[in-house]
């Protein structure tokens, strides 16, 4: 890329002393959805009526107060929608709609008709500011600029008298703020909001849209702050952000403009919006919530609310998109396993209200209405603590600590083999047939035990068998203190190589008559090798006998 040089920094912002560096967000802002304007408009297949009434309801249901319904002048389809919204009195009561305008009598008068019978309203008025729209778009001066905006003001304000009964809030937008001189668009907003009369009963709402990002997030906060401590009469103005993704940097540029002094966001969910999206309003939301700060939206169910949001724009959720993407909560890297599965574990004897700190989460995936079976998935990069999750949670299989290497072993280098993401029922099916059902090179064709009468203060048991060992039937007996130690015992007198069992583990699992014994068993031979075995039966005895020929059978 030889070409760098026609391209230059975006440079300074003459400010001093700024106070955002040391700012913290403490509450929420006011949220404006605009996914019925900028996010409609940016769909290859804009939405209909009914899509649009659908989606309207998901953003009430979400919590957002104020609403950006469309552009009800430029469009039929605008114009019912907006009509149905205030005839079938679909509107909230504590909800405020939005709509955008060109400021063109014609197109105001319009807008005005077709708000008749709301409650209340934002006339979203705007126009372009940036050197390159002056220069190239309109071929005017600053003065004339000006002047296009002060006509739509008073425009808006002539037409008045047709919103009886409805309550006007006006909002002003200087279109390319983000590449307009600062000083300029402080100019521009002071003329409009004389002109509209703002006060502190009746403030204005100052839209100031990072069109095209073209800075870095920290010059963006000190366009902020340099307008919020140059405008004046502060207290009868509403700085609100409209932020775009043209950098990537749409979230962390919304964060820092609050920090600045910004009132109000605007913005779309998961980001949808022309070229690279509109500000991702579920991200700043949920972040603010992983500082503690309640965001006053619901995406206690996000999935739901991801799931609706797809279907009626068509558009996917990248599958890594923050908080919502289905790969957010999944860990397919061994070390990460092994750190989440620990903290959920230690996260389960503590209180429910405990600070939360789980590795590699950073956020407790029921806040947002997900699940923890999800945090877990396998592939071939996986490790040994993965596997076992999945057998924990999943099936009630809870292996001893030290049985993880060969259990992840096995699971790893199968995800290897088929070059992609086990399923849990993949796991287990591996799971079993490696421990569970493996018959050589040891298998038993019959078995019983009888229970002695104590010589002794320790109970004895005969344990009498059929085996087969590497194609060869063998009947063996031997007593022993009990099934397992019987069974051992009964081994020696044949061709199995000799062992001892150096540790045992056992649980149950189900509930009721369907309650069955898991046994784990750890066998070292003479020369020091060690393998593991596992059992199930409804003995527990018997359980521990299938483990040791589980673990045998290992030697392979």
């Known amino acids: 890329m030889t070409n760098a040089r026609k391209y230059k920094p975006f440079g300074k912002i003459p400010i001093t002393n700024r106070t955002w560096p040391d700012n913290e967000i403490t509450r929420p802002p006011v949220w404006c959805s605009v996914d019925l304007r900028d996010g409609n408009q940016a769909l290859a297949v804009p939405m209909g009526v009914e899509q649009k009434l659908a989606f309207f309801d998901l953003l009430v249901k979400v919590g957002f107060k104020e609403i950006e319904v469309g552009f009800p002048s430029a469009s039929q389809t605008e114009y019912d929608f907006l009509r149905r919204l205030i005839e079938e009195d679909r509107i909230p009561e504590d909800v405020t709609i939005q709509v955008l305008c060109q400021a063109r009598e014609h197109l105001v008068i319009k807008t005005f008709e077709c708000l008749k019978g ?20 309109f071929n005017k001066s600053k003065e004339e600029i000006i002047q296009i905006a002060l006509d739509g003001v008073r425009c808006v304000k002539s037409c008045l008298p047709m919103a009886e009964g409805t309550e006007i809030q006006l909002e002003y937008s200087p279109e390319s703020f983000s590449n307009t001189e600062i ?9 409009v909001k004389k002109e509209w009369g703002a ?7 100052l839209n100031l849209p990072t069109t095209v990002e073209c800075a870095t997030p920290n010059i963006h906060a000190d ?7 140059h405008i004046t009469d ?4 509403i700085i609100s952000l409209h932020n775009h993704n043209d950098r990537g940097e749409g979230v962390a540029s919304c964060e820092l403009a609050l920090l600045a002094g910004a009132d109000r966001v605007e913005g779309t969910l998961f980001g949808n919006g022309e070229r690279t999206g509109n500000l991702d309003i579920v991200t700043v939301a949920l972040n603010m919530y992983t500082q503690g700060v309640d965001p006053g939206l619901d995406f206690s169910h996000i999935s739901d609310t991801a799931n609706m949001y797809m279907e009626l724009t068509g558009m996917p959720i990248h599958p890594r998109h923050p908080y919502a993407g289905e790969l957010v909560f999944t860990a397919f890297s061994g070390s990460h396993q092994d750190a989440i599965r620990k903290g959920m574990a230690a996260r389960a004897k503590m209180p429910a209200d405990a600070v939360w700190d789980v590795p590699y989460l950073p956020i407790d995936p029921h806040d947002v209405g997900r699940e923890y079976e999800e945090i877990i998935r ?4 996986s490790g040994k603590g993965g596997s076992a999750w999945i057998l924990e949670q999943d099936y009630g299989i809870f292996l001893p600590k030290a049985m993880h290497p060969a259990v992840g072993a096995v699971i790893t280098a199968a995800a290897d083999t088929l070059q992609r993401e086990v399923t849990p029922a993949e796991i287990y099916d591996l799971f079993a047939k490696q421990w569970l059902t493996k018959t050589t090179p040891l298998k038993i064709l019959d078995l019983a035990e009888t229970h002695l009468e104590a010589s002794s203060s320790a109970a004895q048991v005969m344990c009498r068998a059929s085996i087969e060992w590497q194609g060869k039937t063998y009947s ?4 022993g203190n009990g099934p397992l130690d019987a069974f051992v015992a009964a081994l020696r007198d044949t061709p199995v190589p000799v062992f001892s069992i150096s540790a045992f583990h056992e649980h149950s699992v189900g ?3 369907d309650t069955d014994a898991m046994a784990y068993i750890e066998i070292t031979m003479e020369d020091g090798r060690k393998f593991w075995g596992c059992g199930k039966s409804s003995n527990i005895g018997r359980a521990g006998i299938a483990a040791v020929v589980s673990a045998v059978n290992q030697m392979q």
């Open 223 to 229: 366009q902020i702050e340099y307008f919020a401590t």
């Open 378 to 381: 396998i592939n071939s990069q």
């Open 199 to 205: 006060s502190k009963d009746r403030k204005i709402i």
């Open 476 to 479: 063996i007996g031997a007593q």
């Open 118 to 137: 709301a409650r209340r309203a934002i006339f979203h008025i705007y126009n372009s500011t940036s050197p390159a729209q002056r220069k190239y778009t």
């Open 511 to 513: 509930t009721g008559s």
């Open 183 to 191: 000083e300029f668009a402080v100019e521009i907003c002071e003329a």
């Open 234 to 237: 502060r207290d009868s103005v």
